[in-house]
């Protein structure tokens, strides 16, 4: 067994409502939907028009500055709806399912006969290109360069987080076929990212061409940045690609199958669901086709494309996100409560000792989305530090972002982070300071003056 990494710092929050392991089919959504806002840094171009039929894998936008990079349909059926916002922003392709869905045949292939560029224009042209994003930044990974590296992480430590070896334990071929096709892109073996406990019979250790390490310690021990930081950090110039392990099994479909198979397995789980299961469905599937049946009535919850911590509130008639396997259902937080944080008691979490709570450590609790306190100034407290494992002095950092400091944000570590990685840092922030929203506008900064 490789050697174990044990991160000490972090925080795992224990949520309500957690998905049982049994997985049950919601049939063919009614619609879906691609969702430009899921990338960062695109301008898209449209490629068809309201009333269009597609294929799943025909083409539906184009990134304006990539034109090679596409963007596929998941299912086929009609253009229904092109939605926009403020200044025509693109903001939904909304596409009317077929009750039985009928694919573009871009032809099965066996891997080993092709080289790297053929692999890579294969991707492009069905659409599964975009699941391979690039580190620095979190943007999807340029075509035209080859990373140092390539990250999988086998494993969510997020709240309520799905778990990856019992969604693809039966995709060990796909699984193969998919990592086989990246370590093919970055000319050596990919790095597979295990938690410490994964039994030595999972399908992720019977896997080939991949380097297997392993991590033990609480959240964010799972994300894919925290990883890198201790495997292989990224310095100014450094190229590193990661993607989610259910998408690596959807690329290896595509050469299997010959087709843009998406196919996919998410868990539905918060306090607000009333039986959290798995279910087959579809990215980008429907909101409303999704969760239909399966919530407890609540007329103010929240609904959460992702985990609690860095997921897209979206509405019942919104879309699953791009890069999402999990849909969270939690109480809105919109009711003021008595003495507001300071009220005592058992069912109160804390990531300090607080309250009693702590004595339970593996209680579960019913959190919802109350800020708890207002914005106040934003000062050193030492609360970020305890729970952020990256060698990097994170409210340092921050300043530097908010000071457009771009050449303390590169000592300071800015390529290394991406928002999901500081999620912690503002859940236990007593300054309400929207960190994740400082770092995305940091990494905006930088992509805007450094290219």
């Not at 309201?50 to 009609?78: R, W, Y």
């Not at 991707?123 to 990250?151: C, H």
């Not at 849909?327 to 003495?339: A, C, D, K, R, W």
Request: charge should be neutral; include cysteine.
């Amino acid at each position: 067994m490789s050697k174990v990494i044990k991160l000490k710092k972090g925080l795992d929050i224990k949520l309500n409502g957690i998905a049982d392991k049994v997985v049950q089919t919601l049939g063919n959504p009614s619609h879906c939907a691609l969702k430009p806002t899921d990338f960062r840094a695109l301008v898209p171009r449209l490629a068809v028009k309201t009333g269009d039929e597609v294929k799943a894998g025909d083409v539906l936008f184009t990134d304006k500055a990539h034109p090679e990079i596409k963007f596929t349909s998941p299912v086929s059926g009609t253009i229904e709806e092109i939605k926009r916002g403020e200044r025509r922003k693109l903001l939904e392709i909304i596409v009317k399912a077929d009750t039985e869905t009928r694919y573009h045949d871009f032809g099965k292939v066996e891997i080993n006969k092709l080289e790297r560029e053929e692999i890579i224009n294969r991707m492009l042209e069905s659409g599964v290109w975009p699941m391979v994003k690039q580190r620095p930044y979190d943007i999807i990974a340029n075509p035209t360069t080859t990373p140092k590296a390539i990250f999988v992480s086998g494993f969510d430590s997020a709240p309520l987080a799905p778990d990856y070896e019992f969604m693809l334990n039966d995709q060990e071929h796909d699984l193969q076929t998919g990592f086989d096709c990246l370590a093919k892109l970055c000319k050596r073996s990919v790095n597979l990212n295990l938690e410490s406990d994964t039994p030595s019979a999972s399908v992720f250790t019977k896997l080939k061409n991949v380097e297997i390490n392993y991590f033990s310690g609480p959240h964010p021990s799972g994300n894919a940045g925290i990883q890198i930081n201790h495997l292989n950090p990224i310095n100014k110039g450094d190229l590193v690609w990661v993607v989610n392990i259910q998408d690596v099994a959807i690329i290896g479909r595509l050469f299997n199958q010959g087709r843009f198979d998406a196919r996919k397995i998410i868990a539905i789980a918060g306090s607000e669901v009333s039986k959290p299961l798995y279910y087959h469905t579809i990215l980008g599937a429907s909101i409303t086709d999704i969760l239909t049946g399966k919530l407890k009535g609540r007329t103010d919850e929240r609904i959460i494309s992702g985990n609690a911590l860095t997921g897209t509130a979206v509405k019942s008639d919104g879309y699953l996100g791009y890069y999402d396997n999990l849909i969270t259902v939690i109480p809105e937080g919109n009711q003021y409560e008595f003495l507001g944080w300071a009220t005592p008691g058992f069912n109160k979490f804390s990531a300090s000792k607080l309250f009693p709570s702590f004595l339970c450590p593996k209680k579960r609790y019913t959190l919802d989305t109350n800020f708890h306190g207002e914005r106040r100034a934003f000062v050193v407290s030492g609360q970020y530090e305890q729970v952020f494992p990256m060698d990097i002095y994170p409210v340092y950092l921050l300043k530097a972002i908010l000071a457009h400091d771009i050449d303390q944000m590169e000592q300071l570590g800015i390529y290394e982070v991406v928002p999901e990685d500081m999620a912690l840092c503002e859940f236990v922030c007593t300054s309400k300071t929207p960190v994740q929203q400082i770092v995305s506008e940091g990494i905006e900064l930088m992509m805007k003056e450094t290219n």
